[in-house]
T-cell receptor, first 112, second 111 residues
Framework: GENVEQHPSTLSVQEGDSAVIKCTYS??????FPWYKQELGKRPQLIID?????GEKKDQRIAVTLNKTAKHFSLHITETQPEDSAVYFC???????????FGPGTSLSVIP | SQTIHQWPATLVQPVGSPLSLECTVE??????LYWYRQAAGRGLQLLFY??????ISSEVPQNLSASRPQDRQFILSSKKLLLSDSGFYLC??????????FGPGTRLTVT
């Protein structure tokens, strides 16, 4: 089964700085790489995803980069804002597998 | 558009009492369905998932069970709750090879 790790587990940045969260996985067959954001007391929601035929994807201040050889992908948030404060989860998987395992999460705090 | 419902939103139950949490999805057919539990300040633990009516895969043993009596209905149950069952229970659905969509969750406190 898939083993998923995230680093760091907690991250604190000043408003306006960048934040990077890394997700490493074990299953080389993984071909779908999403990132979810969970605000306090709310449900997780997808913020960006990437598939294995693409190395990088960007959506405004958020980007995801993928290194399939090294089996990791990263979430990049630029110009961080206080509303970016949340827990971020990755959930890499092979899309024909129905089982979905989430990483342990990274708690991001953006200090105004 | 698709919508996922969970109820109740909050629940306080004594140790040893039964549990039934319900999740329903609208606007799609034959979704994959998932139950996750999240302890305070922790990650998402996969409990059960289902790819069709009556098909349940269990990731967690012990005192929880799940059923899928209808295509878009997923139920989480327990005959006797433990203190360690407290947490935030999230139901999710996904179409094949896509992201998951989570319900609003049920916050369960076992006293």
């Amino acid at each position: 089964g898939e083993n998923v790790e995230q680093h760091p587990s907690t991250l604190s940045v000043q408003e306006g700085d960048s934040a990077v969260i890394k997700c490493t996985y074990s299953d080389s067959a993984s071909n779908y790489f999403p990132w979810y954001k969970q605000e306090l007391g709310k449900r997780p929601q997808l913020i960006i995803d990437i598939r294995s035929n693409v190395g990088e994807k960007k959506d405004q201040r958020i980007a995801v980069t993928l290194n399939k050889t090294a089996k990791h992908f990263s979430l990049h948030i630029t110009e961080t804002q206080p509303e970016d404060s949340a827990v971020y989860f990755c959930a890499p998987r092979e899309t024909s597998y129905d089982k979905v395992i989430f990483g342990p999460g990274t708690s991001l705090s953006v200090i105004p | 558009s698709q919508t996922i419902h969970q109820w109740p939103a909050t629940l306080v139950q004594p140790v040893g009492s039964p549990l039934s949490l319900e999740c329903t999805v609208e606007g799609t057919s034959n979704p994959n369905l998932y139950w996750y539990r999240q302890a305070a300040g922790r990650g998402l633990q996969l409990l059960f998932y289902s790819v069709g009516i009556g098909q349940i895969s269990s990731e967690v043993p012990q005192n929880l069970s799940a059923s899928r009596p209808q295509d878009r209905q997923f139920i989480l149950s327990s005959k006797k709750l433990l203190l360690s069952d407290s947490g935030f229970y999230l139901c999710a659905w996904s179409p094949p090879d896509h992201e998951q969509y989570f319900g609003p969750g049920t916050r369960l406190t076992v006293t």
